[in-house]
């Protein structure tokens, strides 16, 4: 059994991960600013804790970690476009996460992020192909406040070297149900809510994918087959 704290635990993904984990015979402790999704959490199996990411701060996160003493924490919050904000939430909060893991000595972070999040001056990734480059222009002058936010907290998480951290980065997300999926060093296309999910059920549960930051999106390999090619291949993740 693993124990899960996931922080953002209210969101679509982080509802479907509670569901398969549960179902798989693991705890998780689902952090909601509110008591909004509470009921349909508690009905998944989860353990409530309620707490805003916006208006805690790094000792009340570090009295948490304590209390529940998790496996691994999942960092699924975002501001999905609504007040506070991605700078606030994705930036901010992820921060605040990072500090509180170190300071509790909770080592293990899964953080949910975006295809496409880098730094652009670098240039293009060498495999993307003119539909991309197309896809990636459109989504940055769509939404650069938020792919920012995730961006810096990237390159933060990366300068926390006591965090044995991995990124998911999914594409643009659906509500269809999970099915195959396509890992690594991906196009830009979109990713089942429910797929990402369990993507990091099945990451979560297996030793080797510390430090890789992975993109996710709707495929044609199974689940345990791309997580394998993933780890035995780190040339297939990349950091952005």
Known sequence: MVKFLVIGGGGKVAQYFTKHAVEAG???HSVIRNDGHSDELTKLGAKIHILSLEDANVPDLV???TEVKPDIVIFAAGSGGNPPGPEVIDYQGAVK???ALESS???????IGAVDVRTRDKGWPDWYNDEDKETSNK???AIPTYLDAKLKA???????KQIQFTVIRPGGLTLEPAGKVELGKTHL?????ELVAKVILAISTKKGAEGLTIDVIDGE???DDEVIKVIDNETDAWTG
């Open 26 to 28: 693991h705890q998780v």
């Open 63 to 65: 009295s948490l970690f």
């Open 97 to 99: 996460v990072f500090d």
């Open 105 to 111: 000595n909770t080592k293990r972070l899964i953080l």
């Open 139 to 141: 989504v940055w002058k």
């Open 154 to 160: 990237e390159i933060e998480l990366h300068k926390r």
């Open 189 to 193: 296309k979109q990713t089942s809510r």
């Open 221 to 223: 390999g199974s689940i």
